[in-house]
């Protein structure tokens, strides 16, 4: 009876273990259009990694509430928080290439792209070198890289607000600058055509008078 019940046991939590695990599957790009291909993918929790093939493809085991980490030579490291719950997941992530000298040899000597194809990409799709072009619209970007941003989408649209600025009884939503317009909406603007987003809040909000009351969210785009 005893061994029966340590079997049943250990059964158990071989369902719960794999149960707690997920794979995930994704696709790494540069420029949005070439495949990067021999660069490891790591898990955190579940400790897999794995290279990406010719394709610029990967499948990885992960625990639930996982992280992805992706720190490639000459690129901008990548981390990517893995949900709880589905059973897959699917990642298409845009690496941002560094450029230099040095970094066009790494890119080439470890088999991440082909020399022809960096050479004109650097030369003719820097528009396409933008981490940015990894989210879906500004929001998404606000929500993944800006804490203490709080984008809120129940009321049919979007609403941001900065969680230190709350207020009882006026609108908490913050002051748009688009490209040194306040006011300007940010509606339909895709990610890939942003160049930097800054968050200001507190005092240095006050530049713009009784409208950066909730705070400040400056964009600039590409020129």
Sequence with gaps: MRTLTISIASLLISISTLAQTKVVSG??????????????????????????DSLGMFAIVCNDKDVIKIKPEAFKSVSRNISKGEVEESL????????????????????????EDLTYAVS???QEN????NFSNIYEILKGRFP???????SGRYVVTIRENHSMNASNEVLWV??????AS??????????????????LAATYGTRGTNGVIVVETKK
């Design 124 to 126: 003719h799709l820097q």
């Design 178 to 183: 688009l490209d040194g317009t306040p006011g």
């Design 130 to 133: 933008n981490e940015y072009c």
């Design 27 to 52: 696709v790494l790009t540069a420029f949005n259009q070439y495949p990067v291909a021999n660069v490891e993918v790591k898990a955190q929790k579940s400790k897999a990694s794995v290279l990406t």
């Design 92 to 115: 298409e992530i845009n690496l941002v290439f560094m450029d230099s000298k040095k970094n066009r040899d790494l890119a080439v000597a470890n088999g991440y792209l082909y020399e």
């Design 186 to 203: 940010v509606e339909g603007l895709h990610p890939c055509n942003i160049s930097s987003i800054s968050v200001i809040k507190d005092g």
């Design 148 to 154: 203490g941003v709080h984008v809120d989408a129940t």
